[in-house]
């Protein structure tokens, strides 16, 4: 069993800044990818970054250069600084663990989400 646990969201004005975090708890040996998806009512959840364990990032067009996803591989942690925010990123932001490895391997483990709303 893989806990996620996410914390950072909230109101912000345009412009502004926010820090998602999130971290896996549980008997964890290794995680392949963490990352950050967000989902708005009536559309499907989207990748916003992913973070593998080679440090290779992925970010979605729409928030490159605004948003850095880091990994702490040794905390089970990843978190998603977003700068320069815009009405259309508010969403439920969801944490995304991929290939968990505990005594078993956990395919697709998800938090429980966080919203995230920008005002403009």
């Known amino acids: 069993q893989v806990q996620l646990v996410e914390s950072g969201g909230g109101l912000v004005q345009a412009g502004g800044s926010l820090r998602l975090s999130c971290t896996a708890s549980?008997?964890?040996?290794?995680?392949?990818?963490m990352g950050w998806y967000r989902q708005t009512p009536g559309k499907q959840r989207e990748l916003v970054a992913l973070a593998t364990g080679s440090s290779t990032t992925n970010y979605a067009d729409s928030v490159k250069g605004r948003f850095t996803i880091s990994r702490d591989n040794a905390k089970n942690t990843v978190t998603l600084q977003m700068n320069s925010l815009k009405p259309e990123d508010t969403a439920v932001y969801y944490c995304?663990?991929?290939?968990?490895?505990?005594?078993?391997?956990?395919?697709?483990?998800w938090g429980q989400g966080t919203q995230v709303t920008v005002s403009s």
């Open positions: 995304n663990a991929q290939r968990v490895r505990t005594k078993y391997i956990l395919y697709d483990n």
């Open positions: 549980g008997n964890i040996f290794s995680i392949d990818a």
